[in-house]
């Protein structure tokens, strides 16, 4: 059970050293009371404890100004006569601020250039379908049209043909005529193929 103990208190204090390094500046301390272990940043009551890790002075500068505190960060480096470490800190945190920013503000841009793009090719995309429907309703209506005049056109039918049987012949009064000297070729029996005429407005004459 104490190893247990002194393990989780180990791994308290490897996670608080590691924080140093992200959550700023700051004296990492071990103090003891009762039998109990605890990791702080200030000194242990009592000034009894073990130091574990010293902030230095650009650590302290440094986190002062990540945390909008530049009065404290100055007046920090003036009670230690470190002007050109302040200014040299504070110029490093304006240009990251700047960079940070130049960031933003690209990926802003970046964002927009993306935006516009999609804009302009679902434009493009709604611009050829209408296109591909314009296409297909003038095809459509040039077939219709083509359709109407076939309709509207006049229907010719060739007038039919009709067949006259020959005139009726009285072969008894043929054969009393014999010695007549009609030379008339007599009257054929083949029929006789008449066509019809047609006529305005759609009639037909035979």
Not at 150 to 176: E, G, K, S
Request: net charge negative; glycine share 6%.
């Amino acid at each position: 059970m104490k190893s247990l103990t002194m393990g989780i208190r180990f791994s308290a204090a490897a996670l608080l050293l590691a924080a140093v390094g992200t959550a700023g500046a700051q004296n990492i301390y071990k103090c003891t009371q009762g039998g109990q272990v605890a990791y702080t940043d200030h000194p242990c009551p009592g000034g009894n404890g073990e130091l574990l890790h010293q902030a230095d002075d650009t650590e302290v500068i440094d986190r002062y100004l990540r945390l909008g505190q530049d009065d404290l960060a100055k007046r920090y480096a003036d009670s230690r006569h470190l002007e050109t470490l302040y200014q040299q800190r504070l110029d490093a945190r304006q240009q990251a601020l700047d960079d940070k920013a130049q960031r933003q503000a690209d990926e802003a841009y970046a964002a927009e250039q993306r935006a516009e793009e999609t804009r302009q090719q679902t434009l493009a995309d709604q611009a050829a379908e209408r296109d591909r429907l314009q296409a297909e309703n003038e095809a459509l209506r040039q077939q219709n049209d083509a359709y109407q005049d076939q309709l509207n056109q006049p229907v010719y039918n060739a007038p039919p043909a009709y067949w006259v049987a020959p005139p009726y012949r009285n072969r008894h009064r043929d054969r009393d005529h014999d010695g007549d000297h009609d030379h008339r070729p007599p009257p054929s029996d083949e029929p006789v193929f008449h066509p019809c005429k047609q006529l305005a407005g759609g009639r037909t004459q035979c």
